[in-house]
């Protein structure tokens, strides 16, 4: 079992930077890949980023390609988004999810066992 507890969102302005934080309870979440999520109200969950086990493989979503970059400290049991150059249309709940996969990177929500509860991200036009 691995719990996930997302931080870092807030308000801000379109253009600015904010930086999500993903902690894992478990001391074995090197061994886990790692994704980040996102849902805006009337829409469906979303694939932003994934890393693998190791930080070796990371991959995006294409809208969010040279704005994000999602990174992992296995030291502290933790995942990272570094978000830039935010847009409304980035605006949702993120939510970070980690599968006990091999080395390699997880695209699909369905692949993901483990979920955080989500954290706001709001940008203003």
């Known amino acids: 079992q691995v719990q996930l507890v997302e931080s870092g969102g807030g308000l801000v302005q379109a253009g600015a930077s904010l930086r999500l934080s993903c902690a894992a309870s478990?001391?074995?979440?090197?061994?886990?890949?790692v994704g980040w999520f996102r849902q805006a109200p009337g829409k469906e969950r979303e694939f932003v980023a994934a890393i693998s086990w190791s930080g070796g493989m990371t991959y995006y979503f294409d809208s969010v390609k040279g704005r994000f970059t999602i990174s992992r400290d296995n030291a502290k049991n933790a995942v990272y988004l570094q978000m830039n150059s935010l847009k409304p249309e980035d605006t949702a709940v993120y939510y970070c999810?980690?599968?006990?996969?091999?080395?390699?990177?997880?695209?699909?929500?369905?692949?993901?066992?483990?979920w955080g509860q989500g954290t706001q991200v709001t940008v203003s036009s």
């Open positions: 478990r001391r074995t979440f090197s061994s886990y890949a």
């Open positions: 999810a980690a599968a006990p996969k091999g080395p390699t990177v997880v695209l699909t929500r369905e692949e993901y066992d483990y």
